[in-house]
């Protein structure tokens, strides 16, 4: 066994490898506290010919036994992956990819397994770290390391890899990979911060990483395999020369189509053609398909470089044009269209109560989730024939990014006690459907009446790069996305960021590049808010007449039994005698829920007489319970009794108590004191005195 290590905030950061699971290609033990990651990697001993391109899957996950937990459920198993563990592994393939080199055709699998979790918020963070030291050590060709850190903000001040109590307490809570070079992925979201914050959190990042990355170099020397070669895919030069001859020209003209079905089914033609004119007798359909596509992906590249043509002629800071609609749908509780070129989202907006939360069972322990985003695509948005399944991994990425940029201005429950569900249909596609969901969410949520803090838009940035030349494009298309050097997406209100995401193809990317691509994204996240704010600029007063009614009071907690009753036996008896739901919490917070108004007002007024507590000097129309020989015991609130003393009964001398009343009487008494003990005095004559009959408090029986 080999093992590395480095003190890193307060504790020990150690990697081994060499003890367990040594019949995968790498494999290691990363540690940091008390959460342990296994991180393992296995490639194919054959490369594969069917794959063009570097056929890698990443999994994640967690073992319920790591928290000392037994999973929920009939079978008491780990079943299929949770949304975090799917979203994690997207988290560590995102920086890993690129790394691995091009011609590395060797089907590959890295699986990260959280074998003990701790207190320190890090198992997605060691997965990366320890897939990259998996492949180090390895005999899978590596353009890394790559390490990773959390950055979160407090009070202005960056922390690193901040554990569970912290991170409720920041501004800003990122995911940055780097190599020792350059940024090569961000993940996150923030509460409205500038762009110069978002710069200098990757810097203060990158820096943190670079503390890391010398693990994995000595462990690579301690414990590293020889590297295998990749395989070669020849292409005849003569080849490339005739297929560029023959397409050249017209590529030029096809790539310049405006219409994404258009241009890719001509250029579809055209390498049919290509393959049927160069090998007429067959046998070198793929080599002709590879020098088509990379001259495509070169002539548009130079295209935007030196003439700063882009496929759809659009100038690389130009956004393509947009629509928006609000209302569509009579009954969803708020809807909204948002097309942006080819590209349309359509969202819908679901109001619902406490019950509706989504419980989530993890390591951390029980949650419950008031908003949702949930994100579709289906296969007619691109024009393609595929059966529908369930959400994939893109589908819960896409809608997890989208969510995390609407989240910052979704109201408190204080404000607004409603569960929220936002659903984004995807009906057509070609570049950023994830920012076109933010932008379609938002406009929905004010449709719906919901008071977010202020509209958010998302765009979708990329970059082509060629050694000291490159140009930033804003909004940019699935072409350029598949072709360019980075995606970069930003989600934001006027006044900051609420999300960002990068993924960056080549080595990295500089503070220059970064700084130039977030001013530029905050110029057309301001065009776009614009062109939002004219279908619809604030929330609407009212909810949608199909919504629930959603009515809150504070009680006191020492009156929630009260309310509640035994057994439930009083709750219940109000939602029956009105029709609402009633929801209670800890704090004393009742959520009256109701299809009218009539009836949430009804239900308030019952719990408003049950909780209510007697005033010294306020007259109450009480109801006779017990008859003693000195007086009569009176309830004036309900479970609440007062002494109506029999020298309090009558302006005149009476003998016996049951002379003027009896058991069952409602009678009007004033309270004239109430002792440290809380015992309650009270008096007939001082009620009749102040003349009472006119308005008196009710006891509620």
Do not use: W
């Amino acid at each position: 066994m080999q093992k590395v290590e480095i003190e890193f905030r307060g504790k020990k950061l150690s990697i081994e490898t060499g003890e367990i699971a040594k019949q995968s290609d790498g494999a290691v033990l990363v540690r940091y506290g008390d959460t342990v990651v296994l991180a393992t990697v296995v490639a194919a001993k054959k490369p594969s010919e069917v794959f063009d391109f570097i056929p890698l899957t990443i999994d994640y996950q967690e073992k319920a036994y790591s928290a000392g937990k037994i999973p929920g459920g009939y079978f008491k198993r780990e079943g299929k992956p949770s949304e975090k563990e799917i979203l994690t592994s997207r988290l560590i393939d995102r920086p890993i990819r690129p790394l691995l080199p091009k011609g590395f055709f060797y089907e590959t699998q890295g699986i990260v397994s959280v074998l003990s979790y701790g207190d320190e918020n890090i198992a997605d963070i060691l997965g990366i770290i320890g897939m990259s030291a998996s492949i180090m050590v390895s005999d899978i060709p590596f353009n890394g390391p790559v390490g990773a850190v959390r950055v979160g903000r407090i009070d202005g001040n960056f922390i690193v890899n901040p554990d569970l109590s912290e991170i409720e307490k920041t501004d800003l809570n990122l995911v940055v990979a780097a190599t020792e070079e350059a940024v090569v992925m961000v993940e996150g979201g923030a509460d409205e911060v500038s762009e110069s914050v978002i710069l200098d959190a990757l810097q203060f990042s990158h820096e943190e990483i670079k503390k890391i990355l010398p693990l994995q170099h000595e462990l690579r020397k301690l414990a590293g395999k020889e590297k295998r070669p990749l395989l070669d895919v020849p292409i005849d030069e003569e080849m490339r020369q005739k297929v560029k001859g023959y397409v050249l020209e017209r590529m030029k003209e096809f790539i310049t189509i405006p219409g994404k079905q258009q241009r890719q089914a001509a250029l579809d033609m055209l390498l049919e053609e290509t393959i049927k004119h160069l090998a007429p007798e067959g046998g070198r359909e793929r080599e002709i398909s590879l020098i088509f596509n990379e001259l495509e992906k070169d002539l548009v590249r130079s295209m935007i470089l030196n003439e700063g043509i882009r496929a759809d002629r659009r100038r690389p800071d130009e956004i393509r044009p947009i629509y928006c609609r609000v209302g569509l749908l009579p009954r969803a509780h708020g809807s909204a269209l948002f097309v942006r070129g080819e590209t349309q989202a359509l969202a819908a907006v679901t109001l619902g109560t406490h019950e509706d939360e989504q419980k989530i069972d993890s390591l951390e322990g029980e949650t419950y989730k008031a908003f949702m985003l949930h994100y579709n695509f289906p296969p007619f948005s691109v024009g393609e024939v595929k059966p529908l399944r369930s959400p994939g991994r893109r589908e819960i990425g896409h809608g997890a990014l989208a969510e995390r940029g609407l989240k910052p201005v979704i109201p408190p429950k204080e404000v607004f006690p409603y569960t929220i569900r936002v659903v984004s249909d995807i009906l057509e596609s070609n570049g950023s459907s994830s920012m076109a969901t933010v932008c379609a969410g938002t406009l929905a949520l004010m449709d719906a009446g919901v008071p977010i803090k202020a509209p958010v838009a998302g765009i979708a940035m990329g970059l082509i790069s060629e050694r000291d030349k490159y140009t930033i494009l804003t909004d940019i298309l699935g072409l350029e996305d598949h072709l360019g050097d980075m995606d970069f997406k930003v989600t934001g209100t006027r006044d900051g960021i609420t999300a960002f995401q990068m993924d960056v193809k080549i080595s990295g990317v500089t503070r220059e590049i970064l700084a130039q691509a977030l001013e530029q994204a905050r110029k057309g996240r301001l065009h776009i808010l614009e062109k939002m704010a004219q279908a619809i600029s604030t929330p609407r007063e009212t909810l949608a007449p199909h919504a629930p009614r959603i009515y809150t009071i504070q009680i006191k907690q020492d009156k929630i039994r009260d309310v509640i009753g035994t057994g439930g036996k009083v709750i219940r008896g109000i939602i029956e005698q009105t029709g609402v739901k009633i929801e209670i919490e800890d704090s004393g917070l009742v959520n009256i829920a109701a299809t009218d108004e009539s009836s949430a007002r009804k239900a308030i007024e019952i719990i408003k007489g049950i909780v209510e507590e007697p005033e010294v000097g306020k007259i109450y129309l009480g109801k006779v319970k017990r008859i003693v020989d000195f007086g009569a015991f009176v309830e004036i609130l309900p479970g609440t009794e007062g002494l109506l003393h029999i020298s309090q009964i009558s302006h005149r001398r009476i003998a016996k108590v049951t002379d003027v009343l009896k058991e069952g009487d409602e009678v009007l008494v004033k309270v004239t004191e109430i002792d440290p003990q809380g015992r309650i005095k009270l008096s007939r004559k001082e009620a009749m005195k102040n003349g009472a009959e006119k308005s008196p408090a009710r006891a509620r029986h």
